[in-house]
């Protein structure tokens, strides 16, 4: 079930790294990760990301791509040491801001092999804690969520 606040949807079946709002989505031995709901509606409308090559390994915090949006520019870190096996730029190439309308679903980012899982996994929250760190942070600066139209 899909929680909401302030229009922001966090999901509950997901993990998070709340700080970098990522979200993380176990499939088998990957992860696939995402931007939050919050993340995209902070950054408005994406116009342009910049992908790192795949195959090689990323440390936990570090960019595996670079967004630039109406509002902001800077990296989308993962929250998982891990091989990058796959990104998302044919979705993007198709519709820039897929992760606007759909940032849980067509709009991920990556796909990694984590190579740490068990060591930092710790780092992540479920989806209720998750929604709990979101509501105080959207209260506090009286952020809501859009999603774009088109």
Do not use: H
């Amino acid at each position: 079930m899909d929680q909401v606040w302030r229009g922001c949807v966090v999901p509950d079946d997901l993990l998070y790294d709340v700080a970098a709002n990522v979200w993380v989505r176990r499939d088998g031995d990957s992860a696939v990760l995402g931007m939050t709901d919050v993340a995209q509606s902070m950054g408005g409308r994406m116009v342009a990301v910049t992908w790192k090559k795949t195959g090689r390994l990323v440390p936990r915090g570090r960019g595996i791509a670079a967004i630039e949006s109406a509002k902001w520019v800077g990296p989308f870190p993962t929250p998982l040491t891990g091989e990058l096996l796959e990104v998302n730029s044919a979705g993007f190439e198709r519709d820039i801001a897929v992760a606007n309308r759909d940032p849980y679903g067509q709009g991920w980012l990556a796909r990694i092999r984590p190579s740490r899982w068990d060591e930092e996994c710790g780092f992540l929250v479920d989806g209720r804690a998750a929604f709990e760190s979101y509501r105080t942070f959207l209260d506090e600066r009286g952020l809501t969520c859009l999603r774009c139209a088109q």
